[in-house]
């Protein structure tokens, strides 16, 4: 059973715009999240992380939102570029030695 | 440059012919991982080690060896390939972040494309 789900495959947004990437956990021991970013042949690259103890983590245009009571994380990138346009995984550790991975959200940002 | 190598980057090979993927990284990170990537799963962990002679299983570990004789070389070994294991390999290193408001991250390799026949 996955313990990190990303329940929507693909996401299409215009260019300046807002887009929400969405990520639920199962897991309540979770104490450090990441999202990355991943292009057609090539390796993830890392974009943002949080820990635990706090519930947003801003980093330029991308800003990830952590809801504990709710086991939900969300990145949120402003403005979006056409740049942006990748899959982009989140991964969730305990005690940072097992990482679990979402299926990942395929994000398309028309110009 | 900082990077995480892999090699090969392309492999097909039959049911049964031993395979070994090496993975190296010139961070002196302590932290190593092979994962997984299939269609509709994302990436799934197979292996990982904190240091030197200090390996543990992932979520998929069936099938698979590993070695941490070094810091730096972590090579993933399918000593009987089948068919179910063609997939896209990365490997990852990472420092580890043992204070809980140090961020880190794992810096992953550009992957191995794998196909079992």
């Known amino acids: 059973d996955q313990q990190v789900k990303q329940n929507s495959p693909s996401l299409s947004v215009q260019e300046g715009r807002i887009s929400i990437l969405n990520c639920d956990y199962t897991?309540?021991?979770?104490?450090?999240f990441l999202w990355y970013k991943k292009y057609p042949a090539e390796g993830p690259t890392f974009l943002i992380s949080?820990?635990?103890?706090?519930d947003k983590n801003e980093d330029g245009r991308f800003t990830v939102f952590l809801n504990k009571s709710a086991k939900h994380l969300s990145l949120h990138i402003v403005p979006s570029q056409p740049g942006d346009s990748a899959v982009y995984f989140c991964?969730?550790?305990?005690?940072?030695?097992?990482?679990?991975f979402g299926s990942g959200t395929k994000l398309n940002v028309k110009p | 440059e900082a990077q995480v190598t892999q090699n090969p980057r392309y492999l097909i090979t039959v049911t049964g012919k031993k395979l070994t993927v090496t993975c190296s990284q010139n961070?002196?990170?302590?932290?190593m991982s092979w994962y997984r990537q299939d269609p509709g799963l994302g990436l799934r962990q197979i292996y990982y080690?904190?240091?030197?002679?200090?390996?543990d299983k992932g979520d998929v570990p069936e099938g698979y060896k590993v070695s941490r004789k070094e810091k730096r070389n972590f090579p993933l070994i399918l000593e009987s390939p089948s068919p179910n294991q063609t997939s896209l390999y990365f490997c990852?290193?990472?420092?580890?972040?043992?204070?809980?408001?140090?961020?880190?991250?794992?810096?992953f390799g550009p992957g191995t494309r794998l196909l079992v026949l």
């Open positions: 990852a290193s990472s420092s580890i972040p043992w204070g809980s408001a140090r961020q880190e991250t794992q810096y």
């Open positions: 897991n309540s021991m979770f104490d450090y």
């Open positions: 949080i820990s635990s103890i706090k």
């Open positions: 991964a969730a550790s305990r005690s940072f030695n097992k990482f679990y």
């Open positions: 961070m002196n990170h302590e932290y």
């Open positions: 080690s904190m240091n030197v002679e200090v390996t």
